[in-house]
């Protein structure tokens, strides 16, 4: 119950005055409801008069504030919705002092605890509630200040006269004023900070092309009859409008999100089965433009088609049930379509080319139907827990006995959510292993609850506290998926989003090109907060450039009949610059100082799997083993380059092993009827030795490396004492 309500409250701490008012009560609120669980198990409760009177004042002074506020708005849903959620925060505070009472009374009271847990609910939700209301009351009363400046960016082009440029100024100004310092006020409020930095940014823009948008009218009205100078001015008037238009449209979409999407979502956006999924999408549409329209050549179509492949395999190994098979097929059959295609050349028919590309179009349009319904997400351990924990909420739900299919399902819930747990280890895997634990204890208490006739009230908080603990567990587990998503690879998702816009025709929507943006620079600062310092303001010299890079854009494709050279040039640069931030935190990743913590990560990973796995019983499982240690071959390489010589020649032949060793599994799981469970057992002994002696190495070879230059700059700081006599006889001697 604590982890669950406490976690809800503080996902609605999106601001600093929602998070200074509701923090204090959220924790006065968990002792409250720590003293009730310690109350179910027999203890006696104590004198809570002075913790229930800290929560009823804040939550008093909070109710008074709320009430004056509804009576000077003017917003009908908060004046409509309001009632309710202060009579709510009432009776729950009513149940609070009630409980005092009762528990003072009698500290094993029954009824007394059950209203302690009952106010203590009510008071969470319902001081969060009102929290909700005003902030996004206040919200609304921005966004329609926003749409109303919006709506008068366009008058310009009815202005004719320099008197009715004065009058539209003076119409503007206040308005765009109060706007701009109102979404400045609420940028510095958020907490998330990729949203107030939007906020930030795209005011500034308004206020850039505010004297800019007025000098494009005044220019328009003093051309006068010059054909040419009216036109220029009017394109520029246009262009400055589109410009203030797009910002004001990204200020009201950020305003508009309630809660970060970035990270809560990073699992749904930036698994590596959710990104194999968005590039076979990518691909097939790619191939139906090819077969359809003939916008590629063959070579580069057959190309496109040997992607797609290689993407549809990943996601069809790692896609469990009928769907996964369906994949399969559909994949085995393009490869024989693309084979004939090949072996064609250009030396076959028309008609037979035509035949064949027909079957290749069907075929991909039906792999783009299904994978398009294909939820990947549930393939994956925490997938997997999310399912079976709605099956087990849903029995909570409706109290059904806990038996037969119930449990069954918790018990595949418990052994799937320890497998989880023991591949993190640490800190993650004891809190997942400790409400594996705590859902132990409370189902017990459910079977013996069920053998009592009556006793509604304890088989209810029975099933109140499961549904808490449930919710603990899945969020557990999804954390624990989320932390083995390397920085590179969400980097790497926003860069390709934002190069498929920047292929898209020139006339694209400007407000999808500033969400593109937006999604890079968000996973380009979470990604660089691993980093080095160094690394860091590489990364941030390089979204300037990716910024500077599509405004160049931007400013192309809006200017009047652009050349297709130019928009080329324009698009490459663009490119250029999203490819080489991805590439370089890519790097850092594979190279920089977390190399060896990536390495052992991953071999701590695979190991734990192999060892709570039997070979090929999760193809989940198999393709998060196998991803893996591509990962850790791919890191190790990199470090064998980077330090050529006998290391880097020993690191090479070291990750030939373990990708022999990975093949060799493949073979066992390919041949279950041509192996022996010995053999099955040495070839998993074999990737894990391999693995670990590549751990070792690789380890040594980068903390020489640091010992390296830590000599290196000591030797420096020597020669300059002994140059210079800086620092003191007592410094250089050190």
Known sequence: ????????????????????????????????VVLYEAGQQGQAMPDLGENITVVLTCVSNLASVA???????????????????????????????????????????????????????????????????????????????????????????????????????????PGLTQVCKAVQNRA??????????????????????????????KSLINAGGNEDLANAAHQNLDTTIEKMTASMKEIIRVLLLKDPD???????????????KDAVMADCKRLEDWLKVGNLSDHDGLKCAAELLNAAKELASGVSGPEGEQIGEIVKAICDIVGDLNNLGENGSEADKAALKKALLDQVEKLDSIVQKTDVLASTPSGAVSRRVEDAKRWATHGDPLTGDAKANFADLLTTSRAVAKANGGKEGAMIEDSCNKLEELLDEASKLELEIGNTKGKADNRARILAWLDQLDNQVKMADEKHILPSEVVRAGVN????????SPAVDDANAHHAYNKVVEASKAASEGLSKAEREQVDTLLADVNEAMEAYQAVIRSPNPSQAIVKKSQAALLQAVNKLGSVLEKADMTGDNAAENVTTGVERICDLLDAHKVGENPAVEASIRSTVDKVANIGRAVANHNPGPDGDEINSLCDNVKTYLAQRQ???????????????????????????????????????????????????????????????????A
């Not at 204090?24 to 409250?32: K, T």
């Not at 989003?497 to 898209?504: F, G, I, T």
């Open 1 to 32: 119950f604590i982890q669950s309500n406490l976690r809800f409250i503080m996902s609605a701490f999106h601001t600093k005055t929602i998070a200074s008012v509701l923090e204090p009560v959220a924790q006065q609120v968990s002792h409250l």
């Open 667 to 733: 073979w066992v799981i390919n041949n279950p009827d041509k192996v022996t469970p010995d053999m099955v057992a040495q070839n998993t002994k074999n990737l894990k030795n391999a693995l670990r002696v590549l751990e070792d190495k690789i380890t040594a070879v980068e903390q020489d490396r640091d010992e390296g230059t830590e000599l290196v700059s000591a030797v420096g700081a020597a020669q300059h004492w002994a140059t210079t006599g800086k620092g003191g006889d007592a410094e250089g001697t």
């Open 497 to 504: 989003q934002l190069a498929e816009w920047a292929k898209d």
């Open 67 to 173: 009430e004056q506020t509804a009576l000077q708005s003017n917003d009908a849903t908060f004046i409509r919705d309001f009632p309710s959620a202060l009579a709510a925060v009432n009776s729950s505070s009513q149940a609070l002092s009630e409980a005092v009472l009762e528990l003072k009374t009698d500290p094993y009271s029954s009824q007394g605890r059950r209203k302690l847990i009952t106010g203590a609910k009510g008071i969470l939700t319902g001081t969060c509630d009102l929290l909700l209301m005003y902030d996004e009351s206040e919200v609304r009363k921005i966004v329609k200040n926003c749409e109303a400046v919006k709506s008068y960016f366009p008058v310009c082009l009815e202005v004719g006269t320099l008197e009715d440029l004065s009058f539209y100024i003076k119409n503007l100004t």
């Open 188 to 217: 510095e409020e958020l907490l998330h900070k990729p949203y107030a930095d939007i906020l930030r940014r795209e005011t500034d823009q308004l206020k850039k092309f505010a004297p800019m948008l007025i000098g494009a009218s």
């Open 262 to 276: 970035y990270g809560k979502k990073i699992i749904a956006d930036f698994h590596p089965l959710a990104l194999a």
